[in-house]
């Protein structure tokens, strides 16, 4: 694999192939825990670890997978995967991983790493499917970090746990968007950050389904 | 929609037209306050407009002086000037500029600016609004059904609903003005309602049954926030109320004609 070639496999989907914002995986999590940074980013955490330790698996086994089978394989990789990195945090930060709850055990489930190892790792060499993987993982994590930022910005005034904005109850002068530590917000913030990226980006830019119908100006 | 001079501008111009007696008692109590709210709201859902004029090209509309003239009459008193202007941003563009403009917006813009008001700041204390202003809704009401521009089905099951609730002697007394206000205001809406005829009474009778439960069972609260959240729940079903209409036609019409 050439210098470029492993490059953009780790870049691309950063911005022009991200898994959140142009593919859509991985929304459910991308909305539940990203009420605060300190969540978003354990969750990121655990996420890419397990996608690239999948992905290093499910690569170096991708001769003996039956085709058949080769879902349920995966699946219980991924789950055993999921199991250790719940009973760490569990261990290493009780705290966050009750605020987490069952979101960390759902990562099984999450489109994102299934779809990885099913459409990349399954058919490719162990570096390139592990740097498939992070990059992945590193692009879910950052629209879990923006979306975390903006949501405990706005509506705690603080960024992980330091305040920031001093609130009204505080004797400042900023009051808390209660409707941004809501699940709406998030679907909000994420319909904003997709325009906002095809914006920049049009290509990412889906085709219409309908062409509107042309309007004439003067009718007789 | 274009038949002779009915354009979609003219169809807002008759709205602003309608509601205008309400408008004006409104102004009338609430004086200066009342008159810089507006002039607050038509400025900022005017400038929203502008700007999708200039860079979407989409053409402006005289709707959005409607939904500015809902917002200051119905938004929480205590708000300042950030989380006005925030809130009607949010609606002006998420629920009508981004579909496209007025008339293929799926929700009332004014609906969406409220709700989304309500839920933010839930420490801001909702409007009281004078009796009179609810009067005038009537001939607002009126004046709208004779233009043709208030799809007259849901006032009428609105008002069903309501004398339905009055009869069974249901607590709904305290709540019935500013309940009508809100379903000339934003339900009965000629874009964001049902559009087919048994949809619409559907959606009347959904907002006036919306209504008597949350009065018997939503304690805590203001009949404006009852009326602005029954609106918003009315408006998300009318898509299905109108699947169903079509729906139970289309089997009708096969049981007649096999």
Partial sequence: ?220 | MIRGIWDREMVALMLLAAVMPMALIWLWYGGTAALSRLLLTLLVAGIWHLLFMLIRAQPPSFAGALTALAVAMLAPVELNLFQLVLGISFGVVMAELVMGGWGRNVLNPATVTLAFLGFGFPAAAWPDLPLPVAWAAIPAALMGMLAGVIPVHILLAGLLTAALALGAGLPVEPILPVAGLVLVLLVADPVASASTRAGGWMNGQLYGALMTLFAMYWEQTSPVQMAVSAALLASLAAPILDEIAIATWLQRRRGRLG
């Avoid at chain 1, 859509?24 to 996420?47: D, E, F, N, R, Y």
């Avoid at chain 1, 990349?120 to 499917?129: D, E, I, Q, T, Y």
């Avoid at chain 1, 505080?170 to 809501?182: E, I, Y």
Wanted: glycine share 6%; hydrophobic share 50%; aromatic share 4%.
């Fill in chain 1, 1 to 220: 694999m050439s210098r470029t070639a492993i490059l953009s496999t780790l870049v691309d989907p950063l911005i022009r192939q991200n898994p959140v914002t142009l593919q859509i995986l991985g929304i459910c999590s991308a909305l539940a825990v990203t009420t605060s940074v300190a969540t978003a980013l354990v969750m990121s955490a655990s996420l890419t670890v397990v996608i690239v330790m999948a992905a290093l698996m499910i690569s170096l086994i991708r001769h003996h997978i039956p085709n058949a089978i080769r879902l349920i394989i995966q699946i219980i990789i991924i789950a055993s995967l999921v199991i250790v990195i719940d009973q760490c945090l569990q261990a290493y930060l009780p705290d966050i991983s009750r605020k987490l709850s069952v979101f960390v055990s759902l990562i099984t489930t999450n489109c994102l790493v299934l779809g990885r190892t099913e459409s990349f790792s399954r058919l490719n060499p162990p570096l390139p499917a592990m740097l498939d993987a992070l990059g992945n993982g590193l692009g879910y994590s950052l629209v879990l970090i923006v979306i975390g930022a903006i949501r405990e910005l706005f509506g705690a005034g603080s960024l992980l746990g330091y305040q920031v904005l001093t609130t009204v109850d505080q004797g400042g002068s900023f009051t808390p968007l209660n409707l941004m530590l809501l699940a709406p917000s998030a679907f909000f913030l994420l319909g904003g950050l997709v325009w906002a990226i095809r914006t920049v980006v049009p290509e990412q830019t889906e085709e219409l389904e309908h062409t509107p119908p042309e309007m004439e100006a003067n009718r007789e």
